[in-house]
């Protein structure tokens, strides 16, 4: 699966935003860090909250 366009893709994204939390080598530690256990979603889900006020917010303000 780490070598997957899907991965690739996430990987990507990932490269392109300062999140330490999150694995940008190699494409396994990104996967990895995705499947772990449930405990961790919770903390990834908050995240996720945040990237998507940032995306709908801020972000849109820069045009660049």
Known sequence: MANSAA???ILNHARNFDN??????PA???LNALLSPRDKQTE?????RQSLVYFA???LANPH
């Open 7 to 9: 991965v690739a893709h």
């Open 20 to 25: 330490p939390d999150v694995p940008k080598d």
């Open 28 to 30: 396994a530690a990104l």
């Open 44 to 48: 990834r889900g908050n995240i996720c």
């Open 57 to 59: 917010g801020p972000m």
